[in-house]
């Protein structure tokens, strides 16, 4: 029987206390994944440290813990700050809330308007710190400290380079995922003594935490094996395609899943009607109330789509594509928030095509649910997308996904024209928007003809898409870590 480890994740969201993309709920399922015991064995003593943001709504019961923990002045000179840690059972996990409110109680998690916090590097030292004093007050060891993306950064460059003589942490692993190589956490130069790191960390012009946190953590990985491979090219390397090539057999691809518990359309609490593989009829009720709460005319196939407003996610292809989708009698729902000018476009073609394109520009969980249900086909035509996660419950809820081939959507998505037997969803290749038309209309004509239709949406949800593999891939992994 394998033995069991203590794993202290460091990350900046997790579902559902802090989140603002994918991340969170990684951060959760996965925690929830190692935490509780399964058929493979005993659960994994999990603790998640998390920043307590502002309006966060904690589980019960939390037990508090003071921590004085050290930082950097503008000077150089030591400093300590108290914050005090709050522990609670969630579950499958303990989560570990790190209260400062000159840091977290702020009116959003990392940006000021549209500009990071200066003070950014200040505020994940603290998080990352607070975990490594944790264990040292508690005399508890640990076996990995697992960060996520690069606000995990500080945390595993200060275990390094300023614990590294501490008895306790001294032989702690660590294991970096990245979620986005996009974000780097980059630290000008003027902005470094927040670190309190040495001066040889980082280039001379300033610090890019997650590059080196990608050379310093034992194991690293990105969230699917075809965007660890995409990774390692400069054009989607991000910058960092040179430091990843560099980590050899050390940087491997692991796929998410989604917690198949929380996303299930046969016990939705949030759908009008439930559903499973063996009888999918309910569905149409969820799509007739999805289309009569947001005054869709219920006619034409309909095309939903989910997430950040952001150039990577590929919205502006579809603004360019949806007079022609609407043409082929497609309508269209998007649910999102992010860039001004993408929102400003989505809102332009909604006022212009009433009934056939509904815009909801906030974050709403229920309404995304709704969504995953009742829509006919979920678009994803993202840029790059490191894994995502709505082709996966899109698959579950048996709308099959249009997806462009990129990262964890190629991994997951199986072109239904390409290998009909297999066959989950749509994939087409360029970025642009007469390609994701095409696909579209690919997709439509499978739509007309129900046996293909229910072969498709079969394969969606028969796909294994819980975090069952994914678990076992980084136990494997932090115990590479942990063999040095
Ligand atoms: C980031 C990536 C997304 C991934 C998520 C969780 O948001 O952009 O592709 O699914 O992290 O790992």
């Known amino acids: 029987m394998p033995r069991t480890m203590r794993i202290a994740m460091v990350a900046s969201e997790c579902e559902p206390w802090a989140k603002t993309g994918g991340l969170a709920d990684v951060v959760d399922a996965l925690s929830r994944a190692l935490g509780l015991p399964d058929p493979a064995g005993p659960g994994h003593e999990v603790d998640v440290y998390l920043p307590w943001y502002r309006g966060l709504n904690p589980p019960e019961g939390l037990v508090p813990l003071e921590l004085r923990v050290p930082v950097g002045g503008p000077g150089g000179e030591p400093r300590h700050e108290t914050v005090t840690l709050w522990s609670g059972e969630a579950d499958g996990y303990r989560l ?65 380079h300023r614990y590294a003589g501490d008895p306790l942490l001294r032989e702690v692993a660590t294991m970096l995922t990245c979620h986005n190589l996009a974000y780097h956490g980059w630290t000008p130069r003027a902005d470094a003594w927040q670190l309190d790191l040495p001066l040889d960390v980082g280039k001379h012009d300033g610090v890019d935490l997650l590059r080196e946190a990608i050379k310093t953590a034992d194991m690293v990985n990105t969230v699917s094996p075809n965007y660890a491979r995409e990774s390692l090219t400069p054009e989607f390397g991000a910058g960092l395609d040179d430091v990843l090539r560099a980590r050899g057999d050390r940087y491997i ?214 975090w069952r593999v994914p678990a076992r891939g980084y136990e494997a992994a932090y115990r590479r870590a942990i063999a040095g």
């Open 96 to 160: 570990r809330l790190v209260e400062h409110a000159p840091s977290f109680d702020r009116e959003s998690f990392y940006m000021d308007g549209n500009s990071d916090y200066v003070d950014n590097p200040a505020r994940f030292t603290l998080l990352g710190r607070a975990a490594l004093e944790a264990i040292r007050a508690e005399a508890r060891p640990v076996d990995v400290i697992h960060g996520h993306d690069w606000q995990a950064g500080p945390a595993l460059l200060s275990l390094r």
């Open 253 to 466: 691809g692991i796929i998410n899943g989604i917690d198949t518990g929380l996303w299930d359309p046969a016990t939705d609490p949030t759908l009008v009607a439930h559903y499973d593989a063996s009888d999918l009829a309910p569905k149409a009720r969820t799509r007739a109330d999805l289309m009569a709460r947001n005054g869709l005319d219920p006619d034409g196939p309909l095309l939903g789509l989910i997430g950040r407003l952001d150039p990577q996610k590929g919205f502006d292809l579809v603004t360019a594509a949806a007079p022609e989708l609407v043409a082929m009698g497609a309508r269209l729902i998007v649910l999102g928030t992010g860039h001004e000018h993408l929102v400003a476009g989505l809102q332009a073609l909604a006022a212009q095509h009433p009934g056939r394109i509904a815009v909801l520009d906030r974050f709403d969980r229920s309404e995304a649910r709704r969504i995953y249900a009742g829509a006919d086909l979920f678009l994803m035509p993202s840029r790059f997308e490191p894994c995502g996660q709505g082709q996966l419950i899109a698959m579950r809820y048996a709308t099959p996904p249009v997806v462009r081939h990129s990262g964890g959507l190629a991994d997951t998505v199986v072109d239904a024209d390409v290998d009909p037997a297999r066959g989950n969803g749509f994939v087409f290749g360029p970025a642009t928007p007469q390609a994701l038309v095409d696909a579209v209309r690919r997709a439509l004509a499978a739509l007309a003809d129900e046996a293909r239709l229910a072969h498709i949406q079969a394969n969606g949800m028969a796909r294994d898409h819980s």
